[in-house]
């Protein structure tokens, strides 16, 4: 069911016959995700508690601290409040949707949708990232525009099509109906309700979501018995000739899988002419600066082709082009479709991308080639990002690889051995008019 609120005095009365909770039956399934007092019931069984989280094993001391700005340190009543804002249906202008719609605590924190759902069932042009461990990135966004999991918060919710709101001041009027926001914005940081603070209540919250405990953990800790042998040789082909560390990074002061960079690994622009995109980016971008200048890059990249530019629309910097941020790998097995624009369904998807080189542009990075592994070798690399997923998430990432699998019984979109093994290059296959051979 939808439920469209005209008019922010009609919603202030609907925020006010329910004070507690949410303006929507327990059982309702607004785009799809499940109800936010389900999404809370289903955070207590995950054991993501309203509590300060200690810094995890594996995460190196000096880098936890770092995680946490000096004007939003982690406390008790941040986190409480926090997470009540991020399952809130009043943040969004209809009434519909809330952070939680589009990061599912039952979908792996994402919406498992390729490009997500907003207000008037408006799409985007981006997937949803998780927002498990994403307190761990440096830049946030498929593009870094946003420098910090604070400044990150406040877009979604003034974005027209994510949540709409039309302003900050917007949002703190559509939950000014709820009478128990005051008491604790005031017990959170000693003042009333204001879009900052709305801002940093949800990053506190999120930096609760650590999701680092998985088989593979234990296996770099030393239990040789945590992975399966299969994953174990996914692991030395990880390393190796797959070549996937080169930007997957996995150290104690980088416990997601990133360097933190951006890359061009051919999946943008598909169908897009780079450079006439870049044109008319500059264009669009002229003359918009500061606060302005971001939200300007959130609605291009998510509303128009422009997205498909990446980090190019932060920077303006020709080598950035399609450029897009390393994502991490923990917990992937339940995050699927893959990559910014939700086009890979399946994790064999992703391996067959990279082993055929990605999709030929002129911008591509110089680390992506083609890789020449065996059908054995694929399952095996597949067998290892698997064992990545946190123990809590196990029903659910068992499911996944069951599915995952079938589907690439009959399904592999993306398969190319010919490019794959080098019996083409890729430029041979777009003079011969082949898939790598559009939008230059
Ligand atoms: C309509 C769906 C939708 C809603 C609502 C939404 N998001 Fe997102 N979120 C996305 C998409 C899509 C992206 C990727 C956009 C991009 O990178 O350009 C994203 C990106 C993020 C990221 C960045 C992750 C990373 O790896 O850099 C975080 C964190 C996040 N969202 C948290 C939130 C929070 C907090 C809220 C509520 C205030 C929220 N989102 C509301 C869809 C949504
Ligand atoms: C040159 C750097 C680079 C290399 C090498 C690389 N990746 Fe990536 N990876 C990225 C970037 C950048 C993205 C995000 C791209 C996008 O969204 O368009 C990504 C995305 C992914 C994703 C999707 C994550 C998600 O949530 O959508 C997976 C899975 C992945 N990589 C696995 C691998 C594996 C396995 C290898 C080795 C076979 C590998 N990568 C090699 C840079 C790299």
């Known amino acids: 069911m939808r439920r469209a609120i005209p008019g922010g005095r009609l919603l202030v009365a609907a925020a006010l016959l329910c004070a507690v909770g949410s303006a929507h039956g327990a059982d309702e399934n607004l785009h799809g995700a499940l109800a936010p007092q389900a999404q809370l019931d289903l955070l207590e069984k995950l054991g993501v508690a309203p509590t300060v989280p200690r810094q995890p094993a594996l995460?190196?001391?000096?880098f936890w601290k770092d995680i946490v700005p000096a004007d939003n340190e982690t406390t008790p009543e941040r986190i409480e409040?926090?997470?009540?804002?991020?399952f809130d249906l009043h943040l969004s202008k209809d009434g519909t949707v809330a952070c939680a719609t589009c990061h599912d605590a039952a979908k792996g924190f994402t919406d498992q949708r390729p490009v997500s759902e907003g207000i008037g069932d408006q799409l985007g042009r981006r997937n949803a990232p998780t927002t498990l461990n994403a307190m761990f990135f440096q830049e946030f966004f498929l593009d870094g525009r946003a420098p910090s999991l604070e400044a990150q918060a406040k877009l979604p919710i003034v974005n027209p099509?994510?949540?709409?709101?039309?302003?900050?001041d917007a949002v703190v009027q559509a939950i000014a109906g709820d009478p128990s926001y005051a008491p604790l914005f005031q017990?959170?940081?000693?003042r009333p309700p204001n879009y900052d603070d709305i801002g940093r209540a949800i990053a506190a919250f999120e930096r609760t979501l650590v999701f680092l405990g998985s088989p593979f953990?234990?296996?770099l800790a030393g239990d040789s018995q945590a992975i399966s042998d299969q994953a174990k040789q996914g692991w030395v082909l990880f390393n190796g000739k797959a070549r996937c560390m080169s930007c997957h990074a996995l150290n104690p002061s980088n416990p997601l899988g990133t360097d933190n960079r951006f890359h061009n690994i051919g999946v943008a622009a598909r169908h897009q002419n780079f450079n006439e995109l870049a044109k008319k980016a500059l264009q669009a971008l002229q003359g918009a600066?500061?606060?302005?200048?971001l939200e300007a890059v959130d609605h291009l990249a998510l509303e128009t082709d422009m997205s498909e530019l990446g980090r190019f629309m932060v920077t303006k910097d020709r080598a950035d082009i399609g450029a897009f941020k390393t994502l991490q790998l923990r917990n992937v097995g339940v995050t699927p479709p893959y990559m910014h624009d939700g086009s890979l369904q399946t994790l064999w998807d992703v391996l067959d991308h990279y082993n055929k080189g990605g999709e030929a542009n002129a911008y591509l990075d110089g680390g992506i080639e083609p890789l020449a592994l065996s059908e054995s070798e694929i399952d095996a690399v597949v067998a290892l990002l698997f064992s990545m997923t946190d123990d809590r998430l196990k029903d659910e990432n068992d499911r996944q690889q069951a599915a995952q699998h079938e589907r690439s019984l009959t399904q592999r979109p993306f398969r190319d051995n010919e490019l794959a093994m080098r019996k083409v290059l890729p430029f041979e296959e777009r003079a011969a008019g082949g898939p790598g051979s559009g939008g230059r």
């Open 59 to 62: 995460v190196d001391v000096e």
């Open 81 to 86: 409040l926090g997470r009540k804002l991020y």
């Open 161 to 168: 099509i994510e949540m709409g709101q039309p302003s900050g």
């Open 187 to 190: 017990k959170a940081y000693g």
């Open 217 to 219: 953990d234990r296996f």
């Open 289 to 293: 600066k500061g606060k302005a200048g």
